[in-house]
Structure formats: structure tokens, C-alpha cells
């Protein structure tokens, strides 16, 4: 099993271009989430899905849009990148709510 | 909403020593308390978690203990390796339709052989 992976690694973006990362788990787990760290501020949950189909917003869910139309995958949006959104990215993954998550590698994104 | 705090923000030790990170949290809802692990370039990995019903949990070297009424929790490694060295977060989660892990600022561990 592969875990968590996340594409690209890196990226380095221009202000107001838009792109997409890709969250992939391959161990069947309902519930997914998008998390950005910052130096000081630890992890704070952007959006999360409980399911196929289904999408919430977290803790700082503006200037991103996501969606879950497959099981195994969890994508992140950017439609207009801002400086602000500078950081790195990690997607989760949990088989139940009360389950560990488990993150991916990461993806860290420059927005200049 | 949930706040947490995490004490030290760096901590240095030799080789063979112990290490204390100490953990308080907000709310009193809050019934699931994992510890994660990150190394560089990597994403965190859980190396212990413990929930509201039990006071303590140890794993080999490492244990974790829980005071719910003061509301803080404590992250405890012995014998401590140079492979420890690593960034160690806390988390206090609660489950209202999905598991929201509320993470602290992380604490930086360097062991000197």
C-alpha cells in the first residue's frame, strides 16, 4: 500500500493562477481532509469530506474549493493564488471519525 | 472554538536523556488527544494518541498522560535517540460528524549524541 500520496511536491505559482492538487489513499478510508501548515501556526484543517460526494469547509476555508467525486481521491483548488497561500499542504485520511489519520508527504506551494 | 497550546517550542537534550512536552487545551468537549511526529520534508506521523477515558498510555519509550481536569496532556520519551529528533505536535479533537483535530504550534526536538 501506497498510504497517502499527493502531487506535485512542489509548485510555484504566480499571483492569480489557478491550480489543482491531487490527494490519492489507497486504503478504501472514508474520511479525507486538507490541512495547511505555516512556521509557528501548526496545522489548520481547510476543507474535509466524510465521504464520496461530500465536501465541508474547516477552519480557514477561504480562496479554496474542493471536491470528492472518487473515493480514493481529494482534490484541492486554488482558482486565484495569492501570496497569502503560500505554505504547505497536506491531505489526511481516516477510515472512520474516531480513527487516526494519516497524512501524505505534503506539497509545498510558493505563491509569488 | 478548541485552543491549544505547546510548551517548549524547542527543546535540546544528549543522548539518553529524557524529553517533556506538555499540551493544555480549551474545550472541555475535546475527548481524543493524539501525538504526531514529523520529520523533515515528511508529513506527521502518529506515534501515540490517547482518549478522554484513560489517565495514561505508554509504548515503549514513549507515554502519554492525560490530567482532564486541568485539561492538559503530556508527551514523555525516554532514553531519548538521535533518531527522535524530530518535530512533535499535539492535537485535542472532538467528534461532531468528523474528527476535528485542532493542532498545537509544535515543539522542536533535537538529541545530541
Known amino acids: 500500500n501506497a498510504g497517502v500520496t499527493q502531487t506535485p511536491k512542489f509548485r510555484v505559482l504566480k499571483t492569480g493562477q489557478s491550480m489543482t492538487l491531487l490527494c490519492a489513499q489507497d486504503?478504501?478510508?472514508?474520511?479525507m481532509y486538507w490541512y495547511r501548515q505555516d512556521p509557528g501556526m501548526g496545522l489548520r484543517l481547510i476543507h474535509y469530506s466524510v465521504g464520496e460526494g461530500t465536501t465541508a469547509k474547516g477552519e480557514v476555508p477561504d480562496g479554496y474549493n474542493v471536491s470528492r467525486l472518487k473515493k480514493q481521491n481529494f482534490l484541492l483548488g486554488l482558482e486565484s493564488a495569492a501570496p497569502s497561500q503560500t505554505s504547505v499542504y497536506f491531505c489526511?485520511?481516516?477510515?472512520?471519525?474516531?480513527?487516526?489519520?494519516?497524512f501524505g508527504p505534503g506539497t509545498r506551494l510558493t505563491v509569488l | 472554538g478548541e485552543n491549544v497550546e505547546q510548551h517548549p517550542s524547542t527543546l535540546s537534550v544528549q543522548e539518553g536523556d529524557s524529553a517533556v512536552i506538555k499540551c493544555t487545551y480549551s474545550?472541555?468537549?475535546?475527548?481524543?488527544f493524539p501525538w504526531y511526529k514529523q520529520e523533515l520534508g515528511k508529513g506527521p506521523q502518529l506515534i501515540i494518541d490517547i482518549r478522554s477515558n484513560v489517565g495514561e498510555k505508554k509504548d515503549q519509550r514513549i507515554a502519554v498522560t492525560l490530567n482532564k481536569t486541568a485539561k492538559h496532556f503530556s508527551l514523555h520519551i525516554t532514553e531519548t535517540q538521535p533518531e527522535d529528533s524530530a518535530v512533535y505536535f499535539c492535537?485535542?479533537?472532538?467528534?461532531?460528524?468528523?474528527?476535528?483535530?485542532?493542532f498545537g504550534t509544535g515543539t522542536r526536538l533535537l538529541v545530541s549524541p
Open positions: 474545550d472541555s468537549a475535546s475527548n481524543y
Open positions: 492535537a485535542a479533537s472532538t467528534w461532531t460528524g468528523f474528527q476535528k483535530l485542532v
Open positions: 489526511a485520511s481516516s477510515q472512520g471519525v474516531q480513527d487516526t489519520q494519516y
Open positions: 486504503m478504501n478510508h472514508e474520511y
